[in-house]
């Protein structure tokens, strides 16, 4: 494996040819046991691709939903065509807020413009949004690597020889695009010479990070080991961890974190231990129109067959689906819960490290400037 090519380039989880409108993802469904890529083509396939979660992580979410509206584009060029489009898109997914963003950002840059330019204009404006996340991430990963950095050298790191940093779901390459998010730092860390070493927590019900986490990371060369969900006290309570790193699907004004289920009880954990917690996000990600995230920010549920039936590969290599609890049992599937600013060490994003203080946000907000009318 050639290691001085990035993972995000051997194998793109996204790539967009603006010249002819096409798109190819990375299923994700299928990682990390074969490398299959789909090739949506019309506004139809891009919901079912986000619905389905083939593709998921709120910048790559809302890339893909750019290339929908370039394809509505094609399909129905008038007004009322791209409404249509744009409102089968948002109702995709309801939490990530870069589903949104992005649709927003493609009504503004069309609405001027005359339905037979259109789609030439959609096309350059998908290839411009995925431009913007690449060096969007590529940021975030050098600001939260200078953090990183800093937490390398204290004793206790130095008396251990590396540097444990504690992630949950997916929130790298796979989840943007290029870089990722919470990831990004780690990739930057370990290209700088710092020893990292990732705790993966498995994040069920869909093992996000069992099966994505940890496939990026071997894919990268980085150190990793795979923890139950509720490992992740105990590691910290002796010492294990230094660092939780985690990405955001929609932050509220204030700094109210939305992420998979799962990221309060880390957040609670650290702060019993002292242990840093920080949230990697895109500005893009920040909902300025939402102050308590804790009662303003749709959670979405999903079906509960992803907690009552697991998927993966038998010693033969074939992928099947078995049922892990009893027939007739039910489940509740809430598929993020939002981790109180108050909780939340710092916010790393493109513009810098950030406390989700009301003093910090209110610059973030300044420095970051106005973003798009929501869809």
């Known amino acids: 494996m050639n290691q001085s090519v990035p993972a995000w380039e051997r194998a793109p989880a996204f790539a967009f040819d603006a010249a002819h409108c096409r798109l190819s993802v990375l299923d994700q469904t299928r ?61 995709s997914r309801p939490t990530a807020v870069n589903l949104g963003w992005a649709l927003a950002r493609m009504r503004a840059t ?34 939260g690597a200078a953090l990183l950095g800093a937490l390398a050298t204290s004793e206790r790191v130095q008396r251990r020889g590396r540097l444990n940093v504690l992630t949950h779901c997916n929130a790298g390459w796979l989840a943007t695009g290029a870089w990722g998010t ?26 996000q990070g069992a099966r994505l986490t940890a496939w990026e990371l071997a894919q990268a060369g980085i150190e990793h080991t795979v923890v139950v969900d509720n490992c992740a006290g105990h590691l910290m309570q002796h010492g294990e961890v230094d660092v939780c790193l985690v990405g955001s699907d929609r932050t509220s004004a204030r700094g109210d974190v939305c992420n998979k289920i799962g990221t309060y009880q880390k957040a609670l954990a650290a702060a019993d231990n002292g242990v840093p917690f920080y949230v990697a996000l895109p500005c893009s990600t920040i909902d300025w129109s939402i102050e308590d995230g804790l009662r303003e920010i749709a959670i979405e549920e999903r079906d509960a067959s992803e907690v009552l039936l697991l998927e993966g590969a038998g010693t033969d290599g074939v992928l099947r689906t078995l049922r892990h609890a009893p027939a007739g049992s039910r489940a509740r599937n809430v598929a993020f819960d939002v981790t109180p600013a108050r909780l939340v060490g710092a916010l790393v994003c493109e513009h810098g490290v950030f406390a989700p203080s009301a003093a910090e946000m209110a610059r973030l907000r300044a420095v970051a400037g106005a973003t798009p009318e929501r869809v």
Not at 184 to 207: K, L
């Open 31 to 91: 990682l990390p046991f074969e490398e299959r890529w789909l090739q949506p083509a019309s506004v139809a396939d891009c919901v079912r691709v986000i619905r389905e979660m083939n593709v998921r992580g709120a910048p790559l979410i809302g890339l893909v939903a750019a290339a929908g509206m370039a394809f509505a584009t094609r399909e129905d060029a008038s007004d009322a065509g791209l409404e249509r489009a744009a409102a089968a898109l948002l109702a």
């Open 182 to 207: 919470a990831l990004a730092p780690v990739y930057r860390a370990a290209a700088d010479g710092i020893a990292v070493h990732v705790w993966v927590d498995e994040t069920r019900p869909r093992n």
């Open 110 to 143: 069309l609405g001027p413009a005359p339905p037979g330019a259109r789609p030439a204009l959609a096309a350059r404006e998908v290839l411009e949004l995925q431009r913007s996340e690449y060096a969007c991430c590529e940021r975030i990963g050098a600001h």
